[in-house]
């Protein structure tokens, strides 16, 4: 096992509802099981199959509504525009109109999935690092409300797209502002040396929002900035603010134009496992809103409208993902392996970032974690794991396994790889089921095939 150092671990023996702020909001156990939206996962794994992906869709609203109000607590003008690339449905974009907040796109594609939802445009962000022209000609003939500009290149694309169809195109300047995020570097986009967006030191920021301001087809509202995913520190997001709203000032003072928008993005981090304690919604909203404020207050700027992107916070904690247990191997002194119908075409995090979630067996919730194992995916790869040494409750062959935390960034990035289905998504609620995404089937696998 090259990949995995052996470590010697001790049960925790904690039981499910140990789990806290790892968990759905309306996680429960009754009779022995995991209940979540009032419905018996098991229950669930028998109806839909596995692997499934679960979401708490109270936990879902639940967070939107946070991000509303624990920033519009603390300055009215104030919008929540949910990142799609977390997890993206049309169900989600529904929820999501309901809840009366914003979307943003990072393609054509979620692009195309928010208006066949019905989600109006107006309400759409659009990004991306290199949108391509056929993705810009999309958005802007959809009527998004803002795109949000990347590029010199793509400044002058915009301009002209929207010339040529007598518009202009509402645009926001992204920056990176030179902070790096306490967080994965993966993950990390707002330092100086990024793909992203357009630096603050060089003075290329500046002559981007100058050429913005020349050009007739783009209306220049504001600055976007993105400083990474999953942070705990909110001071790095204290930094940002600091140095953006400078150069706002610094933007009044070289062009008279007064910056309306700022979008500070995401990022806040969220417990995947038990010792993770991230920042509330309430505390994040309290430093983005109060420390935008008094910067402004600094240089005597108006306070401009809001924006914040949220993406894993809302729906991380949400989703769980349901598998079977297929194959016990116990290695004798070195581990056992107890390996699930899924794995790394399911969830990409453990093998890519080696992010690390809480499992509990879903039949057996109310037991202790009383064993030691690596739950490994059904996959071709050594690094095809779930997670690695992890309490469980003693596994059998046929128990329904249950992953925590799985509601960001796991079906989004889901693959084919091996031709595996991807799993469907269930939204429950009340006592109540329904399926949101079904699974692929094999027809699905082969519908770009055009031939021999
Ligand atoms: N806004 C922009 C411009 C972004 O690029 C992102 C995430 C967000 C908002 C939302 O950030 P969040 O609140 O979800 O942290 N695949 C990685 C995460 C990549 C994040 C990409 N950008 C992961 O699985 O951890």
Redesign the pocket.
């Known amino acids: 096992m090259a990949h995995f150092e052996r470590v010697d671990i001790d049960p925790d023996f904690k039981t499910t509802m140990d789990l806290g702020a790892v968990l759905p909001q309306t996680a429960q156990i009754k009779d022995g099981h995991l209940y979540i939206g009032g419905v018996d996962t098991v229950e669930l794994a028998k109806e839909y199959g596995t692997a499934l992906y679960v979401m708490d869709e109270l936990h879902i609203r639940t967070q939107l509504r946070n991000y509303l109000e624990w920033t519009r607590f603390h300055w009215k003008n104030v919008d929540v525009?949910y990142?799609g690339?977390?997890f993206i449905s049309m169900a989600m974009c529904k929820l999501v109109e309901e809840e009366g907040c914003f979307l943003?796109v990072?393609s054509g594609g979620e692009l195309a999935l928010a208006l066949a939802s019905g989600f109006p445009a107006e309400r759409i962000f659009s990004?991306g690092n290199n949108k391509t022209l056929p993705e810009l000609t999309e958005a802007i003939e959809a009527g998004v409300g803002r795109i949000?500009v990347d590029s010199f290149e793509e400044l002058e694309r915009i301009d002209q797209l929207a010339c040529e169809r007598n518009l202009q195109q509402s645009v926001l300047i992204?920056v990176t502002p030179g902070v790096v995020a306490d967080t994965?570097e993966?993950?990390q986009?707002g330092s100086e040396d990024s793909k992203?967006g357009f630096g603050l030191k060089d003075g290329l920021a500046l002559d981007a929002v100058k050429r913005a301001l020349q050009l007739p087809g783009v209306d220049f509202r504001g600055l976007?900035m993105?400083i990474?995913?999953?942070?705990f520190a909110l001071n790095s997001y204290a930094k940002a603010i600091e140095v953006i709203v400078h150069f706002m000032d610094e933007i009044r003072e070289q062009t008279g134009f007064t910056v309306a928008e700022l979008?500070t993005?995401?990022?806040?981090?969220i417990a995947y496992g038990v010792p993770d304690e991230p920042s509330t919604i309430k505390q994040y909203g309290k430093v983005i809103v109060d420390d935008i404020k008094e910067h402004c207050e600094q240089h005597d700027l108006p306070v401009p409208r809001i924006m914040v992107?949220?993406?894993?916070?809302?729906v991380?904690n949400a989703g769980v993902t349901l598998y079977t247990v297929g194959t016990i191997k116990a290695i004798p002194n070195i581990r056992t392996f107890v390996a699930i119908d899924g794995g790394m075409t399911d969830n990409?995090?453990p093998a890519?970032?080696g992010?690390r979630y809480e499992p509990v067996i879903a039949n057996k919730a109310d037991k202790p974690r009383d064993s030691v194992v690596t739950i490994a995916g059904k996959h071709c790869e050594s690094g095809d794991v779930v997670v690695v040494n992890t309490p469980l409750q003693t596994a059998e062959v046929g128990d329904i396994v249950c992953v925590f935390a799985t509601g960001?960034?796991?079906q989004?990035?889901a693959s084919n790889y091996n031709k595996q289905v991807r799993p469907g998504v269930v939204f429950v609620r009340d006592g109540q089921s329904r399926l949101v995404v079904r699974r692929e089937t094999y027809d699905d696998l082969m519908r770009c095939e055009v031939g021999l």
Request: overall charge positive; hydrophobic content about 35%.
């Open positions: 525009v990142a690339k977390a943003d990072s990004h949000v992204r994965h993966y993950i986009t992203f976007h993105h990474g995913s999953q942070i979008d993005g995401g990022g806040l981090g992107e949220p993406g894993r916070s809302i991380a990409i995090r890519l970032y992010a960001a960034y796991c989004s990035m």
